[in-house]
């Protein structure tokens, strides 16, 4: 079955500085990729998604990036603020179902440092 | 659009009892997950359905747990009896189905404590 790993589990970076999450899944035939905000006490919400047919995604200071045939994907946010210090899952579709089921990867925990 | 609802928010009992977990999803909504996460685990699919029907059980844990889905309105899903490990925070999500990769919305979740 499908496997997704996320690294790092932690990140610590400064005010203003980017902060990139990686993640790799083992399913080819997976083409649905979205990430997912989870403040403390709250619910995963989704931020970003790409699909297998784009390679690079952006909304503001995010922006998502996949390559299908290293089968990896990343997470980028640009010019960071307190508010974006939060718990990032990554997530991908095994047997390209759609959103259909998805696995999510272990999480990382971004903090970013006034 | 008031989200997925999810019934409690908190709920504390004593091991052995029973625990029913629900969930309405967002009009119009016909897939349904339900999900527990625990900081061992992460975020693990327990089951899944579609227009009611369910679709993947392999994540249910053992058969203690259960889920159902009458309506495309109600989902439920049960632990009886629960036991100290089954503490966690259970998620149901929904999400449209037709089309490619719509995404799912997760309710505000169930925070279980089994003592």
């Known amino acids: 079955g499908e496997n997704v790993e996320q690294h790092p589990s932690t990140l610590s970076v400064q005010e203003g500085d980017s902060a990139v999450i990686k993640c790799t899944y083992s399913?080819?035939?997976?083409?649905?990729f979205p990430w997912y905000k989870q403040e403390l006490g709250k619910r995963p919400q989704l931020i970003i998604d790409?699909?297998?047919?784009?390679g690079e995604k952006k909304d503001q200071r995010i922006a998502v990036t996949l390559n299908k045939t290293a089968k990896h994907f990343s997470l980028h946010i640009t010019e960071t603020q307190p508010e974006d210090s939060a718990v990032y899952f990554c997530?991908?579709?095994?047997?390209?179902?759609?959103?259909?089921?998805?696995?999510f990867g272990q999480g990382t925990r971004l903090t970013i440092n006034p | 659009d008031a989200g997925v609802i999810q019934s409690p928010r908190h709920e504390v009992t004593e091991m052995g009892q029973e625990v029913t977990l629900r969930c309405k999803p967002i009009?119009?909504?016909?897939?349904l997950f339900w999900y527990r996460q625990t900081m061992m685990r992460g975020l693990e699919l327990l089951i899944y359905?579609?227009?009611?029907?369910?679709?993947?059980d392999s994540g249910m844990p053992e058969d203690r747990f259960s889920a159902k889905m009458p309506n495309a309105s109600f989902s439920t899903l049960k632990i009886q009896p629960s036991e100290p490990r089954d503490s966690a925070v259970y998620f149901c999500?929904?999400?449209?189905?037709?089309?490619?990769?719509?995404?799912?919305?997760f309710g505000d979740g169930t925070r279980l404590s089994i003592l």
């Open positions: 997530a991908a579709n095994p047997r390209g179902q759609g959103a259909q089921k998805l696995v």
């Open positions: 399913d080819s035939a997976s083409n649905y």
């Open positions: 790409i699909r297998s047919n784009v």
């Open positions: 009009s119009g909504h016909n897939s």
């Open positions: 359905f579609n227009n009611n029907v369910p679709i993947d």
């Open positions: 999500a929904t999400a449209r189905t037709g089309g490619p990769n719509q995404p799912q919305h």
